[in-house]
């Protein structure tokens, strides 16, 4: 069994930026393409990045594309989300998931774990 932990979300300002964290535990982390997705109150779950296994391929949602950074640290087992300039339309609760499989997809379906979330809100 694998489990997710994200982390790292908090309040920020618009134009601030915040780095999440999604610690791997329980089984190998090897050949899984890591993604994270988003959801707003009122809205569905939808696709921010993904990278592959070894980091080579990553796809980024158009609205984040230029200000958010998805990268991997194999050895910890960890895969973070570095998010720049952030606007009010990015607040939700940000999800990190993995897939046994070592191909990116933008779709939530295709992923098999989850973490249980963490909340980022960008105010003034």
């Known amino acids: 069994q694998i489990q997710l932990t994200e982390s790292g979300g908090t309040l920020v300002q618009p134009g601030g930026s915040l780095r999440l964290s999604c610690v791997m535990s329980g089984r190998t982390f090897s050949n899984h393409a890591m993604g994270w997705f988003r959801q707003a109150p009122g809205k569905e779950r939808e696709f921010v990045a993904t990278?592959?296994?070894?980091?080579?391929?990553?796809r980024y949602a158009d609205s984040v594309k230029g200000r958010f950074t998805l990268s991997k640290d194999n050895v910890k087992k960890t895969a973070y989300l570095q998010m720049n300039r952030l606007e009010p339309a990015d607040t939700a609760v940000y999800y990190c998931?993995?897939?046994?499989?070592?191909?990116?997809?933008?779709?939530?379906?295709?992923?098999?774990?989850w973490g249980q979330g963490t909340q980022v809100t960008v105010s003034s």
């Open positions: 998931a993995s897939r046994p499989l070592d191909k990116v997809s933008v779709v939530s379906t295709d992923y098999q774990y």
């Open positions: 990278v592959s296994w070894t980091g080579a391929i990553t």
